[in-house]
């Protein structure tokens, strides 16, 4: 009875992998047959365009994805190492553990209320939306997935480097730079780039912060285009032209998060 069972559960498992795998082959086939029908050099060079137009693309949506997802890493970046140093030091502390709570709460919280939260407490205060903001909300859908992480990263240190350190009469503080930081240098980088695909799909906290724009912008205190954000707006439109540029868009992003992955699997070879 107990082999039956077995078999029964393998066949099982096995038939959902196939039907998710194959839902997922049919999505990037489909993906990939629609989003390279639609690109062109005009998609690359040229800011969106009135519909009947016979050009338009989503340089508008590029650079404005490189302009908020760059502010978001580095408020992302410099406070979840803070943020992870402080676990990781101070981890008996009340404060530490009402962090860490905190950081695992926010990180179940769905992003569209990272949007909210900032559309109150900074667009209203601005009077106007901007890519700022944008760059502040998807900061908080990544700083808590990474404080979390950094401070799994600096635990991982080996104790015996710690003790020679300590030993040789370092302070605290060479020692978090000089032996901490230095060994935690590669994963970092690699949580980092995990961080950086997470937050350059997210579309709905960009819909109440960055709000989107059909012309170029580059100063962040205006409101900016972004990719996912462009793409939601032409997804939901009547208008063919405009969903063969959602695919376009689709694909690059896509395209974006796996040479991410690539360029990853390649720093964690040269960290090991």
């Not at 039956?4 to 099982?12: P, R, S």
């Not at 038939?15 to 629609?34: G, H, W, Y």
């Not at 760059?135 to 480097?161: C, D, H, K, R, W």
């Not at 710690?162 to 930081?181: K, M, N």
Request: charge should be positive; glycine fraction near 8%; include cysteine.
């Amino acid at each position: 009875m107990r082999f039956i069972i077995d078999k029964v559960f393998q066949i099982f498992t096995l038939s959902v992998a196939i039907f998710v795998s194959l839902v997922l082959a049919f999505i990037l086939f489909q993906l990939i047959k629609d989003g390279i029908s639609s690109l062109s050099i005009n998609f690359f060079t040229e800011t969106a365009r009135p519909v009947g137009s016979s050009s338009g693309g989503f340089k508008q949506a590029i650079v404005g994805s490189i302009i908020i997802d760059s502010l978001a890493m580095v408020i992302i970046v410099s406070l979840s190492i803070l943020g992870g140093l402080y676990l990781h030091l101070y981890s008996g502390s009340l404060f530490a553990k009402f962090l860490k709570e905190a950081m695992s709460l926010l990180q179940g919280t769905p992003t569209i209320v990272c949007g909210i939260c900032v559309y109150y407490i900074v667009v209203k205060q601005m009077g106007h939306f901007s890519g700022l903001a944008g760059s502040i909300a998807l900061a908080l859908v990544g700083i808590p997935y990474m404080v979390l992480a950094s401070e799994q990263i600096f635990n991982m240190t080996p104790t015996l480097l710690l003790e020679a350190a300590y030993s040789l009469g370092l302070s605290r503080t060479r020692v978090i730079f000089y032996v901490v930081l230095r060994f935690a240098k590669f994963p970092l980088l690699a949580i980092s780039l995990l961080t950086l695909a997470r937050i350059a799909g997210e579309t709905a906290p960009l819909l109440f912060t960055a709000f989107g724009n059909s012309f170029l912008e580059l100063n962040p205190t205006r409101p900016m285009a972004a990719i996912p954000l462009q793409i939601f707006i032409y997804a939901i439109s009547p208008y063919d032209e405009w969903h063969r540029l959602a695919w376009a868009g689709a694909l690059v992003l896509i395209t974006f998060v796996t040479v991410l992955s690539i360029i990853l699997g390649r720093y964690r070879r040269l960290g090991e």
